[in-house]
């Protein structure tokens, strides 16, 4: 056996093994394998604030297409009812208008949803563990779903969980606005209608009769309401507040709660309350109320060890050695 066998000597590297490891150690995976927990969380803060940033950006185009629509609303409104010459087919175009800023804020939402999803993943898996430790267990699912969506980015709703989400918020009342203002207008200008049938002649159109336009108006508004009730239930958006849609006494509750705080009886009976849960908890003077052992039924004298008490007082003649 030759001595470099016994001396256990390795096998010297050879210089294409040794390249290939210096890449290897260079290589974009392995610099953030090795990144210090202060360059991780830098990176984190910067990339949270970016997504911010970009949330805020889409949030502020949905913003410009319902100021759009409100004040399209509001000057066809403004024209119609200025003069009882004015017609009144303006209304349904504008509804038609309506419809379309719809469709494009709805677009625009589910951009807003791609930005807004993230800065809520940051949020609950990362920030929140930060924050509170103990009440969130760490969870690396939040990590690797943001890696995939940074890879491939994809739109988190669906086209009608959008239309339905923006519809309910704000254009509803736009279209629900608008159509009792095409009905006002009918049945005012020039005069009161006397009967549903002069109301019907005074909605024709060009050679279009009264009763299609009004039949269209009713399906028009009622496929509006039917499809804002329908996609309740859709809740693939992860950047929102999701409300609960229980159809609870909720609105009832809230009433009984402003009728309280208007004559003041609640906050007399909130105050009672806490008086009395101070009384019994012994928190009046700020101290804790100590427990008294000698009302326990089942006290055992044997088994306590009194001298672990620490507010016991020890007699003179012990500190004066008897």
Do not use: C
């Amino acid at each position: 056996m030759s001595a470099e066998r016994v001396s256990g000597r390795l096998r010297p590297v050879s210089p294409a093994e040794g390249s290939v490891a210096d890449k290897a150690q260079h290589t974009p995976s392995a610099l953030m394998r090795r990144l210090a927990p202060g360059e991780f969380n830098t990176a984190m803060i910067h990339f949270y604030r970016g997504e911010v940033q970009r949330s805020n950006t889409w949030r502020n185009r949905l913003d410009t297409t319902t100021n759009w629509a409100v004040l399209t609303a509001g000057a066809t409104l403004s024209f119609v009812f200025s003069s009882p010459s004015n017609p009144h087919f303006v209304i349904p175009i504008n509804s038609i208008l309506v419809a379309i800023f719809l469709v494009m804020e709805a677009r625009r939402y589910r951009y807003y949803e791609i930005w807004s999803s993230r800065v809520r993943v940051l949020e609950t898996g990362y920030f929140a563990q930060l924050l509170a430790p103990e009440s969130s267990p760490p969870d690396e699912a939040w990590a690797k779903h943001l890696a995939s969506d940074l890879i491939t980015p994809h739109f988190t709703i669906s086209e009608w969980e959008a239309v339905g989400r923006r519809l309910r918020r704000n254009y509803l009342w736009i279209f629900a606005l608008l159509a009792l203002s095409w009905n006002l207008k009918v049945y005012l200008h020039p005069l009161p209608a006397r009967d549903f049938d002069a109301f019907i002649d005074r909605a024709t159109v060009g050679v279009v009769p009264g009763w299609l336009v009004f039949v269209v108006g009713v399906i028009f508004n009622a496929a509006i309401a039917i499809f804002a009730i329908g996609t309740v239930r859709l809740r693939e958006a992860t950047g929102e507040v999701l409300p609960q849609h229980e159809f609870s006494l909720q609105p009832l509750r809230t009433m009984k709660k402003w009728t309280r705080a208007a004559t003041g009886t609640g906050r007399t009976t909130v105050r009672a309350k806490r008086a009395r849960q101070r009384v019994r908890s012994g928190t009046m003077t700020g101290e804790f109320k100590k427990i008294d052992i000698t009302d326990t039924p089942e006290r055992d004298a044997g088994k306590l060890d009194i001298s672990e008490t620490p507010d016991r007082e020890v007699p003179e003649e012990t500190l004066t050695g008897g």
